[in-house]
């Protein structure tokens, strides 16, 4: 159906992660588009559904220290430039403050995180088979789409599912690419044709080299230098380096781990001869949430529905805290029918709460970095195209200067402005 080009099965990707009998709340649904186009994507989903049944989803912007004393400070009559003076240092009383600035901690404190105004969702959009009207207010903004008066959370509570229509750059990169090369070499790419990528020996060895600026989620310097501490050049690779790259994992030590067993699998230890298998592919280390899963499905039992359940109730995603109680208990009780030392078992739960915060979905890096074989496809054999619409699509990681200087190593001329 090309809706992914990610193989579910070969992955070992759980559908319980998305859709399972204990959860509560609705799957979400993210599509990305490129960035050109998601509007035109809004006004076909308003047209197909009718005005009275679609809106965007509002959010409620709340007030954050600098608004707080800045919107007090109007209120109190005080000059810009003091306001800039207590913003130095907010909430500090100084020596020689006055009552209008105790006044202004005074009630700054009370309003911290309270609603300011409502505004727009990033990208959520609600589709309703009843007329939007029956549950709740709209208004219209200057975006000019009708636009629910309440926030992903109350609509949840009311059975209204929200719908992710996400925009990125990086896809704009790959379709004006492919439209440049079509005009200008009559030449049809086949952007699904992802195995044939990734099998590629050029591809490979721009991997290798790290030759991947403006390749989407692979030109940041961070995400180079770690590609080439793993000197990837396959997708596996690829598809975890998407992941342990994320401030968490790296912050908890685990990208250091992750590079240290990669490069000496012997070495590797395993709690568990268990563990070793679920875990032989990313070398001990628990970089997705489906590793979660699968880790608390088969070390200690639980059914897939519960794993998910645990899963969503250590990132803080799930409130049903008796339920969460009873799954933990479920957990050690069935470590200790199966036979597995108690110590075993309360360190795998450690690692599991300590990494549960933080971690990322498989199914997500997987798709990141199918996006990303496809730009380093089209960088390698069509450069000059791929620059091209990297600077009109205003970049990406880097400013455009450096895109410019891309452009030149590809030998075309660059003509400046006229």
């Given amino acids: ?174 379709r004006d690419t492919m439209t440049l090369v079509k005009q200008h070499r009559q030449i049809s790419v086949d952007i699904n044709d992802v195995k044939s990528f990734m099998e590629d020996e050029h591809v490979k060895q721009n991997l290798r080299q790290v030759n991947t600026i403006g390749c989407f989620y692979i030109e940041s310097p961070g995400m180079r230098q770690l590609l080439q501490k793993l000197r990837c050049d396959n997708y596996l690779t690829l598809v975890a380096a998407s992941s342990i790259i994320r401030p968490g994992v790296a912050q908890a030590g685990m990208m250091r781990q992750y590079v240290q067993n990669f490069h000496h699998p012997e070495k590797t230890e395993y709690l568990h001869p268990i563990m070793k298998e679920l875990l032989n592919e990313t070398y001990g280390v628990m970089v997705y949430q489906e590793d979660v899963i699968r880790v608390a499905h088969q070390f200690a039992d639980l059914e897939l529905a519960d794993a998910d359940t645990l899963r969503r109730a250590m990132a803080g995603k799930y409130r049903g805290e008796e339920n969460f109680r009873k799954i933990r208990e479920q957990f050690f009780d069935n470590c200790d029918r199966l036979g597995r030392e108690r110590s075993v078992s309360e360190e795998v739960w450690r690692q599991i709460s300590s990494f549960a915060n933080f971690s990322f979905s498989k199914a997500h890096s997987a798709s990141f970095a199918v996006e990303s074989y496809q730009s380093l496809f089209l960088k390698t054999y069509f450069p000059a195209e791929f620059m091209v619409a990297v600077i009109n699509n205003f970049g990406g990681f880097y400013n455009r200067e450096l895109y410019f200087r891309e452009l030149s190593k590809t030998g075309v001329t660059i003509h400046p402005p006229v």
């Fill in 1 to 174: 159906m090309h809706i992914t080009n990610v193989d579910p099965i070969a992955l070992d990707l759980y559908f319980e992660r998305f859709l399972n009998p204990h959860r509560s709340s609705p799957p979400d649904f993210d599509i990305d588009f490129s960035w050109r186009d998601r509007d035109e994507i809004f006004r076909y989903i308003f047209d197909r559904y009718g005005e009275g049944y679609a809106a965007l989803l509002g959010t409620v912007a709340t007030f954050q220290t600098n608004a707080i004393v800045r919107e007090l400070g109007k209120v109190f009559g005080l000059p810009k430039r003091e306001i800039d003076r207590i913003l130095e240092r907010p909430y500090e009383v100084s020596l020689g403050a006055d009552d209008i600035q105790r006044k202004i901690l005074r009630y700054g404190n009370l309003l911290e995180a309270y609603p300011n105004h409502l505004s727009i969702h990033a990208g959520g959009i609600l589709v309703s088979d009843e007329p939007i009207h029956r549950f709740c207010a709209t208004h219209l903004p200057p975006k000019g789409f009708c636009t629910a008066q309440l926030d992903m959370h109350m609509a949840e509570a009311i059975n209204l599912h929200k719908f992710d229509i996400l925009s990125q750059r990086g896809l704009g990169h790959i």
